[in-house]
Every structure is written in structure tokens, then in C-alpha cells.
């Protein structure tokens, strides 16, 4: 019986190609696979301060910065005092918000550094813009609040999301990068007024005075 060839180094060489080639499309295609939590992660929308940055469910307008180590305020869960003193800095965001389809009780908040670091709302000043609720087609003007060690105040980026029924699932974002914010707070406590309705287009720092009425009218 004549002895049996071996597959030759072409052949060799081919199988080789043809497992190398597979393994590569296996990780081509895998960079297009969306996991589960990524298909219901909420839609984000990014812009800067001082332009209208719009979501599905809501959009948002920064006007101005301030970063503090008092605020002013009329009244808060944590008392009655009239002026709180920040555990590093206040860093007070004023924004204009208005809600695009229904009615949105309240927005969640917060403050995310370049390094990724997030510092929350807290919800501890009766007059911050996260307790409002938001009727279509009508801007509220106020401010939200952060408790940021001065140290850590770099490349801070507003995050805002509206959870339908406190569901992140889906939610609506928008993320609006303050630049120029500077870690050294004012002389000056700043005075926390509550939300307003605006309809003028204006408010605290934007480049015109414009009049509010109370959201409470």
C-alpha cells in the first residue's frame, strides 16, 4: 500500500489564513454588538454654556455660574439660617429649563469633573431648580446647587436627567460643559432665589436683565 501524502505548507498555510481571518471578523463584529444596558441607557444630549442644548423630553440653557462659600437663602431642610456656609464651595448653576412634552416633576442633577468624578444635587435648599415641576412649553429659570471640594473644580460639565416615573431606563440627558469656572469663590454670598417662570429669555448671568414672574403666580 503506497504511503499517503501530507497536506502540504500551502494547505497549512491556507487553514491558517482562513482561523486568523475568522477570529479577526469574530472581534469586528463584536465592536457593533449593543448590550442590553446600552440600548436602554439615557439619550444624551452635550452642548456649552450659553447655548439651548435640547433632549426628547426637555431642554436646558446655562446663563451664568457662581461659586461661593455662603449662600443666602429663605429657608432650607437643613434650618433657618439665613446664610450656609459650604463645606469647600457652593458652586450655583443657573439654568433656564423647560420641558418639550409633559409635565416633568423635577430633574435630577449633577455635577461630573474631568476625571469622572460626579457630585450630586443634594436637594437640601427648598429653592433649588431640581424640586420644580415644569410645565410644557414654559421656562423656569433658577439654580441648581453643588457642595464640590475647591480642589476638585476642574472641566465640571452639568448633567441633567429627566426619569420618567424614576425610571433611568431610556430617561432623557442633556450635558452642557461649563468652561472658565474658577475654584476661588466670591467675595460675596450668593442670594438662592427659587425657580421662575421666563419667558423673557434672560436671566442671572446672561447678557441682558430681563423681568420673571414667580413660578408661584
Known amino acids: 500500500m503506497p504511503p499517503q501524502s501530507r497536506p502540504g505548507f500551502g494547505r497549512r498555510a491556507l487553514n491558517l489564513v482562513l482561523c486568523l481571518g475568522l477570529i479577526a471578523a469574530i472581534f469586528f463584529v463584536q465592536r457593533f454588538i449593543v448590550t442590553n444596558d446600552a440600548l436602554v441607557d439615557p439619550v444624551a444630549t452635550a452642548g456649552a454654556q450659553g447655548s ?47 420641558a418639550l412634552e409633559d409635565t416633568m416633576h423635577g430633574v435630577s442633577a449633577e455635577l461630573r469633573m474631568a476625571d469622572g468624578v460626579v457630585y450630586e444635587e443634594r436637594g437640601w435648599f427648598w429653592a433649588s431648580l ?62 438662592l432665589t427659587g425657580p421662575e417662570i421666563d419667558m423673557s429669555g434672560d436671566g442671572p448671568g446672561g447678557d441682558d436683565a430681563g423681568e420673571a414672574a414667580d413660578a408661584s403666580e
Open 52 to 98: 439651548v442644548v435640547s433632549s426628547r423630553a426637555f431642554e436646558a440653557e446655562v446663563t451664568g455660574v457662581d461659586v461661593t462659600s455662603e449662600i443666602e437663602v429663605t429657608g432650607s431642610v437643613v434650618g433657618d439660617a439665613e446664610k450656609i456656609p459650604a463645606n469647600g464651595v457652593w458652586v450655583v448653576v443657573w439654568a433656564r429649563v423647560t
Open 130 to 191: 431640581d424640586r420644580g415641576s415644569f410645565s410644557p412649553a414654559i421656562p423656569q429659570r433658577g439654580a441648581f446647587v453643588f457642595e464640590v471640594p475647591p480642589d476638585r473644580l476642574d472641566g465640571p460639565t452639568l448633567v441633567l436627567t429627566h426619569r420618567p416615573g424614576y425610571e433611568e431606563r431610556l430617561s432623557s440627558r442633556v450635558e452642557v460643559a461649563l468652561d472658565g469656572v474658577d475654584a476661588e469663590p466670591g467675595p460675596e454670598a450668593v442670594v
